[in-house]
Each structure stands twice: as C-alpha cells, then as structure tokens.
C-alpha cells in the first residue's frame, strides 16, 4: 500500500464530500428540486459517483487521483460560479 495514494485518496474524499453539501445546500436554498435532467443534479450525480469510486476502488494510481482531482476542481468551480451568478 502505498501511503500518497493514501493519502491523496483521503483528501479526495474529503473534497468530494464538500462539493457535494455545497450543491445540496444550495438547491435546497433556491428550491431546487430533484430532476435528473437540472444540470446541478447530473453536477451532483457525477460528484456521488466519483466519492463512491473513492471508497470501492483500492486500485487506483496516482495518474488516475489527478484525473479525479481535476474533476472535483471543475465541479467545485462550476457550483461556486453558479452560486455567485445567481446571489
């Protein structure tokens, strides 16, 4: 095991857990309800899908924890910009 893919992905998961309640915070502040079709939603779907990737994959390297990464970071951009435009 080694202990920077570890690590790192600890701190993903940490990340994928704080965009998620930032998406859920923010549709239910603005009433948004669940449609699979609302683009926050498919935002939130994808964030589930990578935290959940974080807990059952043990096989990751870490080429693939920086794909991860920069997914997380576009996700986070994505609803801090839409919080932005719309407060």
Known sequence: MDYFITAKEEVLREVAASVKAKIINYMRIK?????????????????GSISRSLIQNPDFT?????????KLSLANDYIDEVIEVND
């Open 31 to 47: 009433n948004i309800d669940n449609d699979p079709s609302n683009p926050l939603e498919v935002l939130l779907s994808m964030v």
């Open 62 to 70: 870490m080429e693939d924890l920086e794909k991860i990464s920069a």
